[in-house]
């Protein structure tokens, strides 16, 4: 029996995030996440999706010490479900990894060496690699025998051209310590962009799509025929879009301004433009749903708020016309893209002269299929188009390990 079912795992300091899926019909067979590890209390809460208990999610409250300790919970759970990770079916473990420099451009199978240009990686990526490589290599200790599979989210932006990703910094600088625009969020831009394309009934090669990741964290990307031409995240997931506790795009200035004249520390500085800015930072709240209650309500702080998001939005759109002189689709995707219709309809307004806009109805529209949103006669498509980077993550690592 060929085995076909890949598990994908998303590794995070104090998390684990995980699918099972069979890819003979591309179905999940179990999803699940792993909290708090190394905390007092962790908690697993599994659910299964296919058998007599599909769709029954159960909760575990109870410490794991470690990535170790809670992978082997996972397994347990899936043995208990008849779909344990000693099975033959299993075909590969895919990771998620955040930061894979220049060198990976495609999914690859994690060797010695693969595995110490992910460890050289950490100066530019501190809070990501460390936490992939641990789930790595608990991955490996389950599963020796199997090829484990690094997914970058780096890889889909690595075409950009050099004068997309070079900063205008001091070369010699710039080279000796690999600082340079990467890009992020790449697996969900390389699925999103390629969802568009069938939605309009062509192949990525024929069109040219602006893909809008408007998630907790939020990247545009111009992508030209398939190939990413560029993107809004740089050296680290920072720059770019205001993002929901992240300022994206600022003046470098303000960071010596901050030290300088405000008296903070290097640590102060990054905690606060990473975790204390963005729509948080701004009006206290970083879920758009609770942000459009307040407007609703007559909040004046949370309409500033949204109206900043909105303007740094449209800039990129802007941008990203103008980068791809010919624009066949805008698609909005993850947690707000998805969702939040006021946002996409705000993003709109006013680009008419761009060929874009956004039909009321068709807008409203709760969904989680890909679908237009723009009228008949607009020149630009707009789609909403769901990702899914697991799936993604997935379809990568069985179409390497399947050749
Ligand atoms: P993600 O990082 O893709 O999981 O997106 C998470 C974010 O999506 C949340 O912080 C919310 O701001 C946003 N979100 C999720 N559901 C909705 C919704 N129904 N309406 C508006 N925003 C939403």
Redesign the pocket.
Known sequence: MTPTRILVLNSGSSSVKYQLLDMRDRTRLAVGLVEKIGEDTSALAHTPLLGENAGRKRVQETRFADHAEALKAVAEELTADGIGLDSPELAAIGHRVVHGGLKFSAPTVITDEVMAEIERLVPVAPLHNPANITGIKTAQALRPDLPQVAVFDTAFHTTMPEYAARYAIDVETADAHRIRRYGFHGTSHAYVSRKTAELLGKTPEEVNVIVLHL???ASASAVAGGRCVDTSMGLTPLEGLVM?TRSGDLDPAVIFHLERVAGMSTDEIDTLLNKKSGLVGLCGD????EIRRRIDAGDKQAALAFEIYIHRLKKYIGAYSAVLGKVDAVAFT???GE??APVREAAVAGLEELGLAVDADLNSVRSDEPRLISPEYARVAVAVVPTDEELEIATQVYDLVSK
């Open positions: 998630g907790n964290g929901g970083n879920d758009m749903r993850a947690g707000v969702n939040a």
